[in-house]
Nanobody, 123 residues
Framework: QVQLVESGGGLVQAGGSLRLSCAASGHTFSNYGMGWFRQAPGKEREFVAAISRGGYMTYYANSVKGRFTISRDNAKNTVALQMNSVKPEDTAVYYC????????????????WGQGTQVTVSS
C-alpha cells in the first residue's frame, strides 16, 4: 500500500507560479511511476504530467507543456509539480498518483491516489 499526500495548493493570480508537492510513504518510492492529474468542476479527471521511476522520462499534457515541470526526489520520497504562467483554466483539484509498473499517462493505470489539493487561478 502506498500513501500519497499532496500539498502546496492555493489561490494564485494568472501569470503567477505555484509549486505542488506530493509525499509518499508505505513502499519503495523509486519502484513507482508517478503522475499528476487534475479535475475541474463538472469535468472529468485528466492527465497533467508523469515521471518515470528514475526521473529520466517525463510526459506532459499539451495544455501544460512548457509551463509545468514535474520532478521527483527518490531520496525524499517526493514528487513535485512546478506550475508557471498559470491560467484560469488551470483551476482544478490536483491529484498525485502512483503505479508500480512504470510511468503512464493513462488515469486508469494508476493504483494509488492522494486526496487532492485545490488550485485556484484568478484572472
Amino acid at each position: 500500500q502506498v500513501q500519497l499526500v499532496e500539498s502546496g495548493g492555493g489561490l494564485v493570480q494568472a501569470g503567477g507560479s505555484l509549486r505542488l508537492s506530493c509525499a509518499a510513504s508505505g513502499h519503495t518510492f523509486s519502484n513507482y511511476g508517478m503522475g499528476w492529474f487534475r479535475q475541474a468542476p463538472g469535468k472529468e479527471r485528466e492527465f497533467v504530467a508523469a515521471i518515470s521511476r528514475g526521473g529520466y522520462m517525463t510526459y506532459y499534457a499539451n495544455s501544460v507543456k512548457g509551463r509545468f515541470t514535474i520532478s521527483r526526489d527518490n531520496a525524499k520520497n517526493t514528487v513535485a509539480l512546478q506550475m508557471n504562467s498559470v491560467k484560469p483554466e488551470d483551476t482544478a483539484v490536483y491529484y498525485c498518483a502512483a503505479r508500480s509498473q512504470g510511468v503512464s499517462t493513462s488515469l486508469s493505470e494508476y493504483t494509488y491516489w492522494g486526496q487532492g489539493t485545490q488550485v485556484t487561478v484568478s484572472s
